[in-house]
């Protein structure tokens, strides 16, 4: 992956993106599941490392990770602050 300092927060992309790699190297079970591979005996995951999502798939038996597309960025509105008209 290579590294761009063009948009803000994607400093904090990249370390979700880092972290993504090591969960998935030392425990790749961190996700939720999400649905089961009947033809290979798996399960699919969904991995969330704000401010980052990642769907990945587990063959445990071959200890084998399939990752089918890079994260993707999660929506989440930012929490506008009080202001003082609301209190």
């Given at each position: 992956?290579?590294?761009c300092d063009a948009s803000p927060g994607q400093g904090e992309s990249f370390a979700a993106f880092k972290e993504f790699d090591r969960l998935?190297?030392?425990y790749p079970?961190?996700?939720e599941p999400e649905a089961d591979l009947k033809?290979?005996?798996g399960q699919v995951y969904?991995?969330?490392v704000p401010p980052l999502?990642?769907?990945y798939a587990i063959v445990e038996?071959?200890?084998l990770v399939l990752v089918?597309?890079?994260p993707v960025l999660l929506r989440y509105e930012a929490k506008k602050p009080d202001s003082p008209a609301d209190s």
């Amino acid at each position: 992956m290579r590294r761009c300092d063009a948009s803000p927060g994607q400093g904090e992309s990249f370390a979700a993106f880092k972290e993504f790699d090591r969960l998935l190297r030392i425990y790749p079970q961190f996700g939720e599941p999400e649905a089961d591979l009947k033809q290979e005996g798996g399960q699919v995951y969904n991995g969330i490392v704000p401010p980052l999502v990642m769907r990945y798939a587990i063959v445990e038996d071959r200890r084998l990770v399939l990752v089918g597309a890079l994260p993707v960025l999660l929506r989440y509105e930012a929490k506008k602050p009080d202001s003082p008209a609301d209190s």
